[in-house]
């Protein structure tokens, strides 16, 4: 029979028996559904083949670019570095990277950001909470580093009643036109006690808690993540199932300093808050309340970051995807892809380029029973945004 004379049940019946006496080999190369689309173009920065996970990552005016590495349980050489000649090295040096609880101020704990500020300087954040733990007594601090002369310049305390036992110091940005000498907003990502907005004069060193247990900072209790097609928990071996319950973690400054944005990271909503409220310690914490505002969803995210043209970023942690706010409130994807997993910091680029890491953070031991099921290498990526980093002095 020719195939003019068939009809198109018999001609689909046809293709079918054809595909069914294929090889299995055949098969396997001959997808029957729609493929994963990826969005956007991430370029490979850096592949982490070895050592521990990072988290935080930062570009210098002259394209230098410094990771962290938190203590968090993998065996932790030294918990800053930086990229030169295709390897990691210690920075500013091994010395300050090799913690002594004799020295706890001029040390290294345990760095969960860093990031490089208006004037060049590398701004070191160190919660002093090796896995989670209780702070270290007189560790926690913001520590400058000159990227010159590569030394230490500066080391601010964060005291006991601002770095409270249950704060975990997150991330942080800068703005150097405030007072004397600028100013820091810091995220308290807390596993236990209340998140918050800590803010820091960068001359006197004093600093004060803001949206301590406000509903803004706090995790969101209905808050349900799934990653990697399963509920994100933490799971220990022969116990049921915990909420995964993280407090105030991205935080981004808007490009005219007026506005400091924010997110859970058990939440899938976006907080702002203007940023003149948060610098009067001793202002009145209902008005403060009564500004913030609830800016909707926009995915779960770790890092968040913006841009000089007044464009928000956020990681999705869920869909292994970053997305970028407009002015004026929409939301669009600039990358998507399977290799993007668990996105982390975001830090804007010189060069035009938005850079983050992607660790896998969702296969550790903790949220499987104790298997570790990361796959090396983690990776340090970037993407084209065609915009420049928010630098305020």
Same mark, same amino acid.
């Given at each position: 029979?020719?195939?003019?004379?068939?009809?198109?049940? *018999?001609?689909?019946?046809?293709?079918?028996?054809?595909? !069914?006496?294929? =090889?299995?080999?055949?098969?396997?190369?001959?997808?029957?559904?729609?493929?994963?689309?990826?969005?956007?173009?991430?370029?490979?920065?850096?592949?982490?083949? @070895?050592? $521990?996970?990072?988290?935080?990552?930062?570009?210098?005016?002259?394209?230098?670019?410094?990771?962290?590495?938190?203590?968090?349980?993998?065996?932790?050489?030294?918990?800053?570095?930086?990229?030169?000649?295709?390897?990691?090295?210690?920075? $500013? @040096?091994?010395?300050?990277?090799?913690?002594?609880?004799?020295?706890?101020?001029?040390?290294?704990?345990?760095?969960?950001?860093?990031?490089?500020?208006?004037?060049?300087?590398?701004?070191?954040?160190?919660?002093?909470?090796?896995?989670?733990?209780?702070?270290?007594?007189?560790?926690?601090? !913001?520590?400058?580093?000159?990227?010159?002369?590569?030394?230490?310049?500066?080391?601010?305390?964060?005291?006991?009643?601002?770095?409270?036992?249950?704060? %975990?110091?997150?991330?942080?940005?800068?703005?150097?036109?405030?007072?004397?000498?600028?100013?820091?907003?810091?995220?308290?990502?807390?596993?236990?006690?209340?998140?918050?907005?800590?803010?820091?004069?960068?001359?006197?060193?004093?600093?004060?808690?803001?949206?301590? #247990?406000?509903?803004?900072?706090?995790?969101?209790?209905?808050?349900?993540?799934?990653?990697?097609? &399963?509920?994100?928990?933490?799971?220990? =071996?022969?116990?049921?199932?915990?909420?995964?319950?993280?407090?105030?973690?991205?935080?981004?400054?808007?490009?005219?300093?007026?506005?400091?944005?924010?997110?859970? /990271? @058990?939440?899938?909503?976006?907080?702002?808050?203007?940023?003149? /409220?948060?610098?009067?310690?001793?202002?009145?914490?209902?008005?403060?309340?009564?500004?913030?505002?609830?800016?909707?969803?926009?995915?779960?995210?770790?890092? *968040? &970051?913006?841009?000089?043209? #007044?464009?928000? %970023?956020?990681?999705?942690?869920?869909?292994?995807?970053?997305?970028?706010?407009? $002015?004026?409130?929409?939301?669009?994807?600039?990358?998507?892809?399977?290799?993007?997993?668990?996105?982390?910091?975001?830090?804007?680029? $010189?060069?035009? %380029?938005?850079?983050?890491?992607?660790?896998?953070?969702?296969?550790?031991?903790?949220?499987?029973?104790?298997?570790?099921?990361?796959?090396?290498? %983690? *990776?340090?990526?970037?993407?084209?945004?065609?915009?420049?980093?928010? *630098?305020?002095?």
């Amino acid at each position: 029979m020719s195939v003019k004379k068939m009809s198109l049940p *018999m001609i689909a019946t046809a293709a079918l028996l054809v595909q !069914l006496a294929l =090889p299995a080999s055949v098969h396997a190369a001959v997808p029957l559904v729609p493929a994963v689309r990826a969005v956007g173009n991430i370029e490979p920065v850096y592949q982490f083949k @070895s050592g $521990p996970m990072p988290t935080g990552v930062t570009v210098s005016a002259k394209g230098r670019i410094f990771v962290n590495f938190p203590r968090w349980g993998d065996d932790v050489p030294f918990t800053v570095g930086e990229i030169r000649n295709g390897a990691v090295v210690a920075y $500013p @040096s091994q010395t300050a990277n090799t913690f002594d609880p004799a020295k706890p101020a001029d040390t290294l704990s345990s760095v969960q950001s860093v990031v490089v500020d208006a004037l060049d300087r590398l701004w070191i954040l160190d919660p002093a909470a090796p896995g989670f733990q209780t702070r270290i007594a007189g560790a926690a601090k !913001l520590v400058a580093v000159d990227l010159g002369s590569n030394k230490i310049v500066k080391t601010i305390i964060i005291p006991a009643t601002v770095a409270l036992d249950t704060t %975990y110091l997150n991330d942080v940005r800068f703005d150097l036109r405030v007072g004397k000498a600028g100013v820091a907003y810091i995220t308290d990502s807390s596993l236990s006690g209340p998140g918050g907005i800590i803010v820091v004069d960068l001359d006197s060193g004093h600093s004060w808690r803001k949206l301590t #247990g406000h509903p803004s900072t706090s995790v969101d209790t209905t808050f349900v993540p799934f990653v990697e097609g &399963e509920r994100l928990a933490q799971r220990a =071996p022969g116990k049921a199932p915990q909420p995964f319950a993280v407090a105030s973690d991205g935080i981004a400054l808007s490009s005219d300093g007026a506005t400091l944005f924010y997110s859970p /990271l @058990s939440s899938r909503h976006l907080f702002s808050v203007p940023t003149k /409220l948060l610098l009067d310690d001793t202002a009145n914490d209902a008005a403060l309340s009564a500004a913030v505002r609830d800016l909707g969803e926009k995915g779960a995210s770790d890092g *968040m &970051e913006a841009d000089d043209k #007044g464009r928000l %970023y956020a990681s999705d942690y869920e869909h292994n995807s970053i997305h970028r706010r407009q $002015p004026d409130g929409q939301w669009t994807t600039i990358a998507s892809d399977p290799r993007m997993s668990w996105p982390d910091t975001l830090s804007v680029g $010189p060069d035009g %380029y938005l850079y983050f890491t992607a660790n896998q953070l969702n296969r550790q031991a903790g949220f499987h029973e104790g298997k570790d099921l990361r796959q090396k290498p %983690y *990776m340090l990526f970037r993407v084209r945004i065609d915009a420049g980093p928010v *630098m305020l002095k």
